[in-house]
Nanobody, 120 residues
Framework: QVQLVESGGGLVQPGGSLRLSCAAS????????MSWYRQAPGKERELVAV????????NYADSVKGRFTISRDNAKNTVYLQMNSLKPEDTAVYYC?????????????WGQGTQVTVSS
């Protein structure tokens, strides 16, 4: 079955960096775009970054442009989120997502999330 497992979260000081990883299994990873989302306490889940199946196209939320970089390694079935110049407002649970086609319509698959806390 489809599995997405995030890792790499933690506590970091403002201005610091973290790299999140999402290991995927149970589907043909190289055929699908992948996304990172985040959800802060009391807020709705929001899209952070998207990467195409080949990695040739990426898009970012305005709030993270120039600071975050999404990438993927199709040989390792893994998508990454490099986060630099972190701010307290980046504190959230970060999730990766795969949207896969099914006969009855697309289904979104989510990982369990990894906590990122930016604080001094």
């Amino acid at each position: 079955q489809v599995q997405l497992v995030e890792s790499g979260g933690g506590l970091v000081q403002p201005g610091g960096s973290l790299r999140l990883s999402c290991a995927a299994s149970g589907f043909t990873f190289s055929s699908y775009a992948m996304s990172w989302y985040r959800q802060a306490p009391g807020k709705e889940r929001e899209l952070v970054a998207v990467i195409s199946s080949t990695g040739g196209s990426t898009n970012y939320a305005d709030s993270v442009k120039g600071r975050f970089t999404i990438s993927r390694d199709n040989a390792k079935n893994t998508v990454y989120l490099q986060m630099n110049s972190l701010k307290p407002e980046d504190t959230a649970v970060y999730y990766c997502k795969a949207r896969l086609p099914r006969a009855w319509g697309p289904i979104d698959y989510w990982g369990q999330g990894t906590q990122v806390t930016v604080s001094s």
